[in-house]
């Protein structure tokens, strides 16, 4: 694939654009039930170019018997601090924002999973960096977004090399942030996830020193209010919804020139960016089921960062999951779709 020739300042470019999302509800209020003309609204949390684009593109928001009202948030932690405080009834997160928001003591559930190619969770250095293996981060500056699935590849790639968090000079920094300095030399590393490991890849700012195949798990969820859920006619439409995102994620494996062209134009990515990053990761997910092997892989995510000390309290996963919908879906452990060489 032609590499992109781009700047630092037009990398920033579309993650000041995520960044720049603000939530169209107040995380201090709780949302309303229903409309003016009293439908039932369903109050969802997403994120720039995620599940209303997603169900736009794939003609899955024709015919909805509830109403949507979207709030956009720049990542999964603030999107959760929505649930929790019953701004928003569900939402999309990766693999470590629950853990850290339980530990935290929110009120929330998870109550769906799907399983993608971790081929895009990514340790990424400068291309003539002379670190050739995560041993030799130890002492050096690493850049990832706190309670991020990045954060737990991260550690789970320096324990396999031996280190620990604190072998390696740790930087908290949300994506835009942590682009401009990865870009500007500021750090050594940066643990970072797609579209922003593809459109550095294809920059040519940077190469992979590892990614998370083989150390993560892949999963991804939907994660809901509990008092949403506790509401037959509220629950009934988390069902309908999680339905029609598990059709949309099919159509995204069967279409993704065309779900690449959408994704653009909503971040503002180059088209070859995020087509980039659905063949790498975003158009393997496949949607699996809540079974005990994703709970015991959740459990080890939120022991291991209990035992660090990154989270307040050790949890027990299990009493934040609800498999009410999981139906006849494939186990968790189900492989990832693939594009073949393409995604690689």
Sequence with gaps: MKRLRLSAAALLLPLALLASACSGVSAAGQASNTDGKGSLVLNVGDQKGGAEALLRAAGELDDLPYRIAWSTFTSGPPLLEAVNAKAVDIGSV???PPVFAAAAGSKITVVSATHGDSAGEAILVAPDSPVRTVGDLKGRKVAVAQGSSAHFQLVASLAKAGLK?????VTLLQPADALAAFTSGKVDAWAAWDPYTSQVLLSGKGRVLTDGRGLVNGLGFQVASPSALADPAKAKAVG??????????GWVFDHPEEWAKVWAKETGLPYEVALAAVKRSNGTRIPVALDDAAVASEQKIADTFAALGLVPRTIRFADFVDTRFNKDLPPSTTPARSYGKASS
């Design 94 to 96: 990766g693999n470590t």
């Design 165 to 169: 968090p604190a072998d390696v000079r």
């Design 240 to 249: 309908d919804f999680v339905e029609r995102l598990r059709r949309a994620q």
